[in-house]
């Protein structure tokens, strides 16, 4: 790190913003108090960019952020903002930004706010840098978001439990899990829960196929069944499966499940702290040693960075080993 950029940085900005994930609290006060650590003034702006467009913000200092680490949601509020979407909504952020003294910008989100955090500082020259939060693992450039282990961990729990009503009746569940785009929910959960077919939208699957695997599973003498369905899947949604497989298995008790948003909340798991608290770490020092317009991220372990334009532009692979592996197993 270039030690005299490191002693320039004065103030800075951090926001979240898209949908909230657990998590997003421990980077807020990883930022904070990383800033605190090295003498940076820090403002908090409130509701992702519509806070910076109307300046509804506050100073954050190291007790600010305190008893936040284990909350889920975020203390400065998200959302996805319009306004931003265009130059004059920009301008206005800028505007504000340059009010305040603030020479960098920490954005806290998903793919669309890094959409927003790239314009932002292409058009005016304001450093930027990301850190995944979203509980979909949909960014390119890192193994792991922030809130996708939480969000894992409550849809495991969340299975489990219709498990035991599923086999007590004997009953076939469609489960639908959120992942707007993407199945990394629906797979890692998916083999954690055993479901029998796990659904993704990067997978074509048709259903005669889903449908086969049931009847065979019946044949073997398998008398409950989950099958595991993302948002985003091509063929339709849970009930629509369901309705179609009726057709098929008349005699199967057959129910449906959407989880739907109790997956984006509740206290972080361990993993996504400490995830959290790294990630904002290095997004303050990469601000400190003068980078902009990157995401921070973990591969293999280890911190990371990526250009924001291709944490934007490319699509993280699902792991086609994940899904020859839930094939194995789901008997
Ligand atoms: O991106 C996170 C996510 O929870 C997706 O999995 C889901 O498709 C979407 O947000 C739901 O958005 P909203 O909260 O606006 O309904």
């Known amino acids: ?3 005299d950029m490191g002693k320039s940085l004065k103030h800075i900005g951090v926001l979240t913003s898209g949908g909230d994930a657990p998590g997003m609290n421990a980077a807020i006060r990883s930022v904070v108090r990383t800033c605190t650590h090295h003498g940076i003034e820090v403002t908090g702006f409130y509701e992702g960019y519509q806070g910076v467009i109307d300046d509804n913000a506050e100073t954050l200092d190291a007790r600010a952020v305190a008893h936040i680490i284990n909350r889920g949601g975020t203390m400065l509020r998200s959302a996805r903002c319009a306004e931003f979407r265009t130059r004059e909504g920009r301008q206005k952020a800028y505007d504000n930004l340059k009010k305040r003294g603030i020479e960098g910008l920490v954005v806290i989100g998903g793919d669309g706010s890094f959409t927003g955090a790239s314009l932002l500082s292409d058009e005016f020259d304001i450093p930027v840098i990301g850190i995944p939060g979203t509980i979909d693992n949909d960014i390119y450039g890192t ?5 996708f282990d939480t969000a894992l961990n409550t849809v495991v729990d969340a299975v489990d439990r219709i498990r035991d009503t599923a086999t007590s009746h004997n009953r076939l569940f469609f489960i639908e899990v959120m992942g707007r785009d993407s199945g990394f929910i629906a797979l890692n959960a998916g083999i954690a829960v055993g479901a029998t077919n796990i ?6 699957t048709e259903l005669d196929e889903v449908i086969t695997k049931l009847k065979t599973g019946r044949e073997n003498g398998k008398t409950s069944s989950i099958v595991l369905v993302a948002e985003g899947e091509k063929m339709g949604d849970a009930l629509f499966m369901a309705e179609e497989t009726k057709k098929h298995l008349p005699d199967y008790d057959i129910r449906v499940s959407v989880l739907g948003h109790m997956q984006r909340g509740g206290n972080p798991t361990c993993a996504d702290r400490v995830l959290a608290t790294r990630l904002g770490v290095a997004a303050v020092e990469q601000l400190m040693a003068g980078h902009s317009s990157v995401m921070c991220g973990v591969r293999n372990g280890s911190v990371c960075t990526v ?6 532009s490319r ?3 699902i792991d086609r080993n994940l899904m020859h592996i839930a094939e194995i197993v789901s008997l």
Do not use: N, Q, R, V
């Open 1 to 3: 790190m270039d030690k």
């Open 307 to 312: 250009s924001i334009h291709d944490a934007i």
């Open 315 to 317: 699509k993280p692979g």
């Open 143 to 147: 193994d792991f978001t922030i809130g």
């Open 199 to 204: 659904l993704i939208p990067e997978e074509s």
